[in-house]
T-cell receptor, first 110, second 115 residues
Framework: TQLLEQSPQFLSIQEGENLTVYCNSSSVFSSLQWYRQEPGEGPVLLVTVVTGGEVKKLKRLTFQFGDARKDSSLHITAAQPGDTGLYLCALSGSARQLTFGSGTQLTVLP | GAVVSQHPSWVICKSGTSVKIECRSLDFQATTMFWYRQFPKQSLMLMATSNEGSKATYEQGVEKDKFLINHASLTLSTLTVTSAHPEDSSFYIC???????????FGSGTRLTVV
């Protein structure tokens, strides 16, 4: 059983559309990170959310941490082909290792 | 700053041979490095945690005798896939944490194909 479940698993949309990716867990976590990974590359950190209810914005990306700190969402406004990639949520364990969510593969078509 | 170099970026080897992958922190010291494996269209799965000067900690289901990890210095960890088989073909990624504090920095990955 995946500790972090992401949905949807795959998403293909047209340029200019909006989308939301979800990351859910049955456990409470102290903080959560979002990464984006392009083919053949390692993941790149987008944001870390720490406080329940927290909202962070990174240009057209909006990240939200659920009030109960068991879920998070990533919303992209006016998606562009450059947003294509694998989006991963992750949480840090006691030994500082990262556990990744199941991932959402986003394809933005021009 | 905080650059992690992974080498090679891709490798093809014959079944039964061994392959070594290097992970170097170029501009910082990393007491802890992590090794992940990623199959196509899947997420990253942690294989092992590598601490400088001590034995690696392997995740459940990862064979320590098959995936040898050495972390002999604060800037280098190596993963050796021994007696590789086609099912070991995957994308292997390392990450490092800066000594003392700091976030994770990932290498660019190694695509291993065993034929």
């Amino acid at each position: 059983t995946q500790l972090l479940e992401q949905s949807p698993q795959f998403l293909s949309i047209q340029e200019g559309e909006n989308l939301t990716v979800y990351c859910n867990s049955s456990s409470v976590f102290s903080s959560l990170q979002w990464y984006r990974q392009e083919p053949g590359e390692g993941p790149v950190l987008l944001v870390t959310v720490v406080t329940g209810g927290e909202v962070k914005k990174l240009k057209r990306l909006t990240f939200q941490f659920g009030d109960a700190r068991k879920d998070s969402s990533l919303h992209i406004t006016a998606a562009q082909p450059g947003d294509t990639g694998l989006y991963l949520c992750a949480l840090s364990g006691s030994a500082r290792q990262l556990t990744f969510g199941s991932g959402t593969q986003l394809t933005v078509l021009p | 700053g905080a650059v992690v170099s992974q080498h090679p970026s891709w490798v093809i080897c014959k079944s039964g041979t061994s392959v070594k992958i290097e992970c170097r922190s170029l501009d910082f010291q990393a007491t802890t490095m992590f090794w992940y494996r990623q199959f196509p269209k899947q997420s990253l799965m942690l294989m092992a945690t590598s601490n400088e000067g001590s034995k690696a900690t392997y995740e459940q289901g990862v064979e320590k005798d098959k995936f040898l990890i050495n972390h002999a210095s604060l800037t280098l960890s190596t993963l050796t896939v021994t007696s590789a088989h086609p099912e070991d073909s995957s994308f292997y990624i390392c990450s490092a944490i800066r000594q003392g504090a700091g976030g994770y920095t990932f290498g660019s990955g190694t695509r291993l194909t065993v034929v």
